[in-house]
């Protein structure tokens, strides 16, 4: 409570001075406000009370009351201007901006010219970033600006100067916008820091640029047959969601110069080309909707691949080809090389199937992980039929009686991987007896000339069990044949492969 002692009036500039205090605070004061806000039965208390305090300043004359009186008005209006401009610096203006545009005087649930014709709406986009791309969800994630052109005359205002008026987000809600959505889009927002990144710009004749910036996560349609050589193309779609061809008409408002792209750059891809391009939608129970594509054509960086996947699973293979130069008879070592390999290749095949989705079809990947590794387990097999013709081979040296009880393989093993014995067998060719006939002897002029051809060999013809008793007998050989056999034909898988997935 303000205390006001009786000698503070002995002045009459205080007392105009604490009228005005009186006006501005009438709750803190002992006083009476005289001022339009009370009424005159307060007047005259106040006049009563503070002359009763006075005492030598005796009674107020009018002049003094009438001079007390405007300068309190005058502190109230100031005071009432400074709260107004305390509270909302911009309420004023936007106040002026909406009687401007003439916003209360139009409906604008409805769309620009409702009942005539569909209203143009020009789209133009600029690529600001791909964030990123998902085989395993097949989507994609991008950051745009998205800018509309359309004109509503129920905005245009009178300027000389014909400057057009920019606004933020909260004009942008009391006016009609045209209803733009990503097709097929999974999640997408406006961004909003450290605002909601929303310009409106209004000329005086009523044309109007709408632009947000806004991120997107849009499904991608991705065929992996010829991954991870492959080439992707992807396309964000955009149409209004209420609005058929019949009320609202979606194009590109600068042609093929309308999708603009700043430098991107990504990890696992190269873009190779952006392009815009334009169609019809047709919905059963709404009809045909204006649709527009922003495509653009990815193809995958093959380093990664080759360090990840392709060179180790090379370098396994030929790992597996090892074995076919260590000792038929050295089974520790041959054996464990298999098993390495092959418990590699498995590992390798695992984490690239993890990394992608499960598709129902071979990828070029599957190809040639499986390929190589049925190379890396031939060769396993192969060391088995190694094994195994050796030991058919003692079995019927020791039948034979060949091989002495204290025969020691180790020292009779040559550098190899064959047995030479001292003894050789040596089966005689039977011996042709002349025999006697009756039959006289034929002229050679009476015989036909059975004689070949000149330049002509004959050689008998081994059959199948023949040629399998001579690699059991010379089981060495298997190993010799595999040496060239098995690099030759993965070069060639490589050729092949390399010539119709590059």
């Known amino acids: 409570m303000l205390q006001i002692q009786s000698e503070d009036f002995s002045s009459p500039v205080f007392f105009f001075i604490f009228s005005g205090i009186c006006l501005c605070g009438p709750e803190q004061c002992v006083g009476r406000p005289v001022c339009p806000r009370v009424g005159s039965h307060n007047e005259i208390s106040w006049r009563v009370e503070i002359s009763d305090k006075l005492g030598l300043f005796g009674e107020i004359g009018l002049w003094e009351w009438d001079l007390a009186q405007i300068i309190c008005v005058c502190c109230f209006c100031r005071r009432i201007d400074y709260k107004l401009k305390r509270q909302d610096s911009t309420k004023t203006l936007l106040i002026k901006s909406e009687q401007l545009l003439k916003i209360e005087e139009h409906d604008f649930a409805m769309r620009p010219g409702f009942g005539a014709s569909a209203i143009p709406v020009g789209i133009d986009v600029q690529v600001e970033s791909i964030d990123s791309i998902s085989e395993v969800n097949m989507d994609f994630t991008m950051t745009l600006y998205l800018r509309h052109y359309w004109k509503d005359e129920r905005l245009s205002f009178p300027s000389r100067t014909n400057q057009s008026r920019t606004f933020d987000s909260r004009l942008v809600k009391k006016i009609w916008v045209p209803d733009v959505f990503f097709v097929h889009s999974k999640r997408s927002f406006i961004h909003d820091t450290t605002m909601e990144n929303i310009m409106l710009r209004v000329y005086p004749d009523g044309n109007i640029l709408y632009s947000v910036r806004v991120t997107v996560t849009a499904l991608c349609s991705m065929d992996f047959s010829s991954f991870p050589l492959d080439t992707q193309n992807c396309s964000l779609e955009l149409e209004s969601y209420a609005y058929n061809e019949n009320d609202l008409m979606l194009y590109w408002k600068n042609g093929n110069d309308s999708l603009r792209t700043d430098e991107i750059v990504l990890s696992q891809f190269f873009i190779e080309h952006f392009h ?227």
């Open 276 to 502: 815009a391009s334009s169609g019809l939608a047709f919905y059963s129970s709404t009809g045909w909707y204006n649709r527009l594509f922003i495509n653009f054509i990815l193809r995958r960086h093959i380093f990664f691949f080759m360090l990840q996947t392709y060179f180790p699973t090379m370098l396994m293979v030929v790992l597996s080809w090892v074995s076919f130069w260590i000792d038929r008879r050295a089974v520790p070592a041959r054996v464990s090389l298999g098993i390495t390999t092959v418990l590699t290749m498995s590992t390798i095949i695992t984490g690239v199937s993890s990394s992608m989705p499960q598709v129902s079809y071979v990828k070029a990947v599957d190809i040639y992980l499986w390929t190589s590794f049925l190379f890396v387990f031939l060769s396993v097999i192969e060391y088995a039929a190694v094994n195994y013709c050796t030991t058919l081979e003692e079995m019927r040296k020791m039948k034979r009686g060949k091989i002495p009880s204290t025969f020691n393989a180790s020292q009779a093993m040559a550098f190899d991987g064959c047995f030479h014995d001292n003894e050789m067998e040596l089966t005689p060719f039977n011996s042709m007896a002349p025999t006697l006939t009756t039959e006289p002897l034929t002229t050679p002029s009476q015989c036909p000339d059975l004689r070949p051809p000149e330049g002509t060999r004959l050689r008998r013809q081994r059959s199948v069990r023949e040629n399998v008793d001579l690699l059991v007998s010379n089981s060495y050989m298997i190993d010799s044949y595999s040496r060239l056999a098995f690099p030759l034909s993965y070069l060639l898988f490589n050729t092949i492969y390399w010539s119709l997935y590059s």
